[in-house]
């Protein structure tokens, strides 16, 4: 695919090099289910050579007082989910013995005592009123109202990503105090959603259930053995699991369990596919854009590597082995595999800590390589994920940077240990491969520039084609391509004015 017009790029990068106002100088810049956790402590995960590691990260934070100040964050509500998938990260009222809330817990009352502040939380609910849009609405309000009314917006990837080009956040690069360098702050969104030098939308540690939302493929071991399935994990650790090799595995492997003549959720499949279609396009080493040399977007969906991916998937998920959900969201997905009807599940790792109480152990590998060249194993983070931006009409931006660095760094020493080592590994991860298989799968997530702000236009034309048996991918995405640059260019255009 052709680049994106240059000649309007080339103007946007001037300006964008050069903002007309900025939200303010950032002083450090001249120098640059219900789940229950586990009854461990935070602290026995993480050793003493590890905090002296992260206290030499530690960032350079002013020793203030601020006067009891109130850090006003607004996010959706959980009632979409069985446990507080999008509270959880951002406020604990007490201890309770779950891993993740008290990490929380701890990381808040460490920042407000620093700080002399109380952390505010206001939650719209996701499934009545507004929706998706809710938290997003009320910034929208406030802005236009001229009112200063929120610190932190943590809100759904694709609609907050929607709303970037209107104005309403800061360039992350002008908050005083924070460092996107850091290791806190996840760097495949700040090099992925950034334009020249802006960064509206971010992701640090403060968030860290967005990784609920990252794809893996799950595997039945009772089943692995009684199909005499080689070792799964050498083949990802050596680089052989590929979209062949998984194939080859579960080609045409179905039992019609009741005898109904039917195939229903309750027979046995090679692959439950748990509507995860479009991770089949970034597991093949795919990106919808990519960058240039000005760190400007350009297409690059359709090529040899794309078709490949998406004919491979197709047959793939076509074959008479395979049992299609539509939508991650299916309520029968878990309880599918649970019930043993499957070898393999393709769905989120948020999905995991459901399988508890699952009485056959099983494993946790990634989506496979379309082949052994390709260098990374690759995953999307789905869109129903959070990312962050900071309200334009924020007065006290040096208090508000402050206070989400410090956040953000409390987060990345106790709750992301919590999270992922406690909670994933130790908790819900059923073997010591599987918890070294979480780390090649969280090392290999992608953000995708379109899929955030390109309005679905052409990104979702590979999903939709795998999940409707069709193969009209390529066709599509061209028909469709003059319309989505389009829509690119204007995005461009509109951050390239916001100050």
């Known amino acids: 695919m052709k680049k994106i017009n240059h000649i309007i790029l080339a103007v946007i990068l001037i300006i964008l090099a050069v903002p007309i106002f900025s939200c303010q100088n950032n002083p450090q810049n001249e120098n640059k289910a219900n789940e229950p956790g586990s009854n461990e402590t935070v602290a026995e995960s993480v050793t003493e050579q590890q905090i002296e590691i992260e206290d030499e990260l530690a960032p350079i934070l002013p020793d203030e007082d601020f006067g009891g100040y109130v850090f006003r964050v607004i996010s959706r509500g959980d009632d979409w989910h069985s446990y507080p998938v999008h509270s959880r990260d951002i406020i604990a009222e007490k201890e309770t013995g779950d891993t993740i809330n008290d990490a929380v817990y701890k990381r808040n009352i460490e920042v407000e005592e620093r700080f002399n502040i109380k952390i505010s939380l206001t939650t719209m609910p996701e499934l009545t009123g507004e929706g998706e849009w809710g938290p997003i609405r009320a910034v929208e309000k406030s802005h236009k109202a001229g009112e200063d009314n929120y610190d932190l917006l943590v809100a759904h990837e694709i609609f907050v990503g929607t709303s970037a080009s209107s104005g309403y956040y800061c360039n992350w690069y002008d908050i005083p105090y924070v460092d996107l360098t ?12 950034s334009i020249g030098q802006k960064s509206f939308l971010a992701m640090s540690d403060l968030s860290i259930g967005s990784y609920d939302n990252a794809y893996v ?3 039945n071991k009772k089943h692995h053995l009684e199909y005499q399935v080689e070792n799964l994990y050498s083949f990802v650790k050596e680089g052989k699991w590929t979209f062949d090799k998984m194939y080859s595995i579960y080609k045409g492997m179905y039992k019609d369990l009741d005898n109904d003549g ?7 499949y090679g692959f439950i596919e748990g509507g995860g279609y479009l991770n089949w ?5 795919n990106r919808i854009t990519k960058k240039d040399e000005n760190n400007m977007p350009y297409y690059d969906l359709v090529n040899e590597r794309s078709t490949t991916t998406f004919f491979k998937a197709s047959e793939m998920t076509l074959d008479p082995g395979c049992y299609r959900f539509d939508w991650w969201i299916n309520v029968d997905i878990i309880p599918m595999f649970a019930n043993n009807n499957g070898l393999f599940l393709g769905t989120q790792v948020g999905s995991i800590s459901q399988l508890r109480s699952m009485e056959v152990d099983f494993g946790i590998i990634p989506y496979p390589k379309l082949d052994e060249h390709q260098e ?5 983070i789905d869109a129903h994920s959070s990312l962050m931006a900071v309200p334009q009409m924020v007065q006290e931006k040096e208090k508000v940077g402050a206070i989400i660095e410090a956040l953000s760094y409390e987060s990345y020493k106790t709750v992301r240990p919590a999270y992922y080592d406690i909670a994933l590994k130790s908790k819900f991860a ?9 780390d090649i799968i969280f090392s290999g997530t992608i953000y995708d520039f379109d899929y955030v702000y390109g ?10 084609n795998l999940r409707d048996g069709k193969t009209n991918f390529v066709s599509d995405v061209e028909k469709n391509m003059s319309r989505a640059e389009k829509r690119i260019e204007k995005v461009l255009e509109a951050f390239a004015l916001i100050d």
């Open 182 to 193: 850091k290791p806190w702050w996840n760097q495949e969104v700040t090099t992925q959603l």
């Open 455 to 464: 309005d679905w236009i052409v990104t979702y034309r590979f999903f939709d």
């Open 430 to 438: 059923r073997d010591d491969e599987s918890e070294e298989m979480l």
């Open 262 to 268: 039917k195939r229903t959720i309750n027979d046995f």
């Open 376 to 380: 990374n194993y690759n995953n999307f």
């Open 281 to 285: 396009f970034f597991a093949g080493g």
């Open 217 to 219: 493929i799950l595997f």
